[in-house]
């Protein structure tokens, strides 16, 4: 089998970078340009104020620089330029009922202000709500809903996602229908009176698809439907679901935004305010909530997501043209070849494609078994996100909780394999795998 990795994979933050210089040195030259003198008539119809204000307003920051500082300050008392970790679980208030800020770390603690804060920035949402986990922050969407509702989503989603909704709130009276969701006439004829939610995961969980946010938010919409996105693989760095309309976005912050496998945690970004305010009362009664060192080790996370995410895609990227003229690979699942069947919507909606591929062998489960556990470079291991990099086989490890014929059926077979890539050197990485599959294969 033959692919091609994107020929352009300069599609990140550079290009829009470039697009805002010349806005923002355009917006300068008109600013003065010598057409707000004094006419004579004495008369101020607001143009020079107004020149003057443009002139005066800072440039919008770009992503990296935004990823470093957006929802922070130097602390007051101290100066200390990084967030301090707030272990507190209580505040002194100056009179009953009067606290200054905080009362309880459940409700709010500063460090995981701060975290909140940064994430909305980055995802250009207006509120963010930082939880202990991804699933956690799932459990809150749909704490939202009530008895006799109804949910449609993808068919491939990740493990714990389809656990959530069949396992747990099933015996809620919610029901989900699903479906694939690259298929919009099938999603138009899954919704019912009842729905009042579509998630949407893109890329998907683990056979990469792309799914067009702004067409799935406008079905959601036109049924009086919300519509959420699990921007876990992209990142807010390659994709902004809010941009395309989506209501909700979902993150395992466990994944790239921590970067480092040391920390689990989840949040939801929205720009709609009566969203947050039901998110924030679940957030503060469930409990489910990070604690400050996690939120401390997500925000310095954030702070290199963009050098690393570029590093990830680079490597994942010429990964997979490798293994799609591989003679043991059938098929590479990754949205950068232009093989891939949503190749192009990938390119228009994302601004790379990512670390994360899946490729699958002509092997037997048990041969697929041997193949990852055989690495040395690769670990074997279930998450994704972090600088080194994992390989896993959905059949047994993140997709076991789904029956085997609804895998079978939709795509995740035996001899699937997962990886996620990190950033050590891609003639490392590309090695260890050719003789992991040379070894168990020949």
Not at 59 to 85: K, L, N, S, Y
Not at 206 to 230: K, Q, S
Not at 351 to 379: Q, R, Y
Request: aromatic share 6%; net charge negative; glycine share 8%.
């Amino acid at each position: 089998m033959t692919g091609e990795s994107d020929p352009d994979d300069g599609t990140d933050a550079d290009e829009v970078n470039d697009a805002d210089d010349e806005s923002d040195a355009a917006k300068e030259t008109d600013a003065d340009d010598g057409t707000g003198a004094d006419d004579g008539t004495g008369a101020d119809d607001g143009t020079d104020r107004e020149r003057d204000a443009q002139a005066s307003a800072p440039p919008e920051e770009r992503f990296e620089t935004r990823a470093v500082h957006a929802g922070q300050e130097p602390d007051e008392e101290t100066g200390a330029v990084m967030t301090p970790i707030y272990a507190t679980s209580t505040y002194v208030q100056d009179a009953p009922g009067e606290h200054r800020g905080y009362e309880y770390s459940r409700t709010g603690n500063p460090t995981r202000t701060d975290l909140e804060a940064n994430l909305a920035d980055l995802e250009g949402g207006a509120f963010g709500r930082a939880f202990a986990s991804g699933m956690a922050a799932i459990n809150t969407v749909l704490n939202c809903l009530d008895a006799g509702d109804h949910v449609v989503t993808g068919d491939d989603v990740y493990g714990g996602t389809h656990r959530i909704f069949r396992e747990v709130y099933e015996d809620y009276d919610l029901s989900f229908t699903f479906v694939d969701t690259t298929d919009h006439e099938r999603v138009r004829e899954a919704v019912t009176d009842d729905t009042e939610l579509l998630w949407v995961e893109t890329p998907t969980n683990p056979l990469m698809r792309i799914n067009d946010v702004a067409a799935l938010a406008d079905v959601a919409h036109e049924h009086g439907a919300l519509c959420a996105v699990d921007n876990t693989f992209a990142t807010p760095y390659l994709q902004r679901p809010l941009e395309f309309g989506a209501d909700v976005v979902v993150h395992s912050l466990t994944k790239y935004v921590g970067g480092h496998s040391d920390l689990v945690a989840g949040a939801l970004v929205t720009d709609e305010a009566a969203l947050d305010e039901q998110f924030g009362f679940y957030q503060n009664s469930v409990g489910a909530t990070p604690g400050p060192f996690d939120c401390f080790l997500a925000l310095r996370g954030a702070k290199t997501l963009p050098i690393r995410m570029d590093r990830h895609c680079a490597n994942a990227r010429e990964l997979a043209t490798w293994l799609a003229d591989h003679d043991d690979v059938s098929r590479v699942y990754y949205p950068g070849l232009e093989s891939h069947p949503q190749h192009d919507l990938a390119a228009t909606q994302m601004d790379d494609f990512g670390g994360m591929l899946s490729f699958e062998l002509d092997a037997t489960l048990g041969e697929t078994a041997e193949v990852v556990s055989n690495t040395d470079v690769f670990t074997l291991a279930e998450s994704l996100g972090g600088v080194e990099s994992l390989i896993e086989q959905p059949a047994t490890m993140t997709h076991a909780a789904i029956p085997a014929e609804e895998r079978e059926a939709v795509g995740l077979r035996d001899g699937l394999v997962r990886v996620s890539v990190g950033i050590e050197n891609v003639a490392d990485l590309r090695a260890d795998l050719d003789r992991a599959i040379a070894d168990a294969l020949e």
